[in-house]
């Protein structure tokens, strides 16, 4: 059973109600709820298998060896599923995406999904789906929500341990078809990963106290927005949430800032597109690209101008996307 190479598939998730700060760091514990859609499109594929030979974790990405740091957080949740099913044998793991790593499209979210659903697969699935939604979010925050399709949410839960800090899908993608063209404005790896910049945030921000609190009001009107299939209140509530995590960003000292001038660009297209009658709204995350959530009737006029915004060198369109699965 050990040995059997096992792949799995993630898309990734984009957030409404955005997760930036954490309880515990040493738990990963999110500070924030957050609410999200999962994106086909997008993908992560990742193969896992526990091997005899080996003596220690391999891990590849795009068919090189990992950076440490990248393999070192692998390990660490490797490690979780050697002690909840009681094997000592390391890994190799093989994971690609289909699209840019580390440039705010999401990809840790999508490969720790696709990584804890492989593992889990490798050794005969011990664990189950509430299981691989802590493990997943304790290897990054955003990743538990990418195990589900269509509308998940990521609890910041109470207790200390973090039992009540998981992921669970709100709604399937049916419930409200919407879907979301990205602006890419560049492929360039970012400065400050997302972990660094919420420590670093909750450090120096003075708006950080506010930003905290906000999120249990936030994340219920989303929930209310969704449910009643309301695009102007989900849009008011999602362009809210995702300035308030920038203006956050901005305050701290020294000052982060992930835009470039295209992504400025976009958020005043956004607008003008919103004011001449199409349904969208904008979310952006740890980065310079854009993602347009809009109805799917508006879809090809929105990306059609959103391609012809300066900066702008290619678009991705998708709609939600099914949550995390065995493949193979
Ligand atoms: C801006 O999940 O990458 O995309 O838990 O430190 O791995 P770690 O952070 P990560 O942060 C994502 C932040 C965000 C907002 C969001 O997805 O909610």
Known sequence: MHNKPT???AHPNIALIKYWGKRNKAL??????SLSITLNT????TSVSFLEDLSADQVNVEHQPADVNFSQRVSTCLSQFRTLSNTRLFAKVDTSNNFPTAAGLASSA???????????AALGSPLDTRMLALLARQASGSAGRSLFGGYAIQHRGETNNG????AEQ????????????????STAKKRIG?????????????YWGNWVEQSDTDISSAKAAIEARDFAALADISEASCLAMHAVMQASRPWLLYWNAATVELIHAVRSMRGAG???FFTIDAGPQLKAVCLPEDAAAVEAQLTSVAGVKRTIRCQLGTGARVTS
């Open 7 to 9: 792949s799995a598939i």
């Open 28 to 33: 990963n514990l999110p500070a924030t709820h």
């Open 42 to 45: 997008l993908v992560t594929t």
């Open 110 to 120: 999508s490969g720790f999904a696709a990584l804890v659903t492989a593992a889990n």
């Open 163 to 166: 039992s009540d800090s998981f």
């Open 170 to 185: 709100l709604w399937p993608a049916k419930h409200w078809p919407l879907e979301v063209v990205i602006a890419i404005t």
């Open 194 to 206: 997302s972990s660094a910049g919420m420590l670093h945030c909750a450090k120096t921000s003075p």
């Open 278 to 280: 199409l349904a969208v």
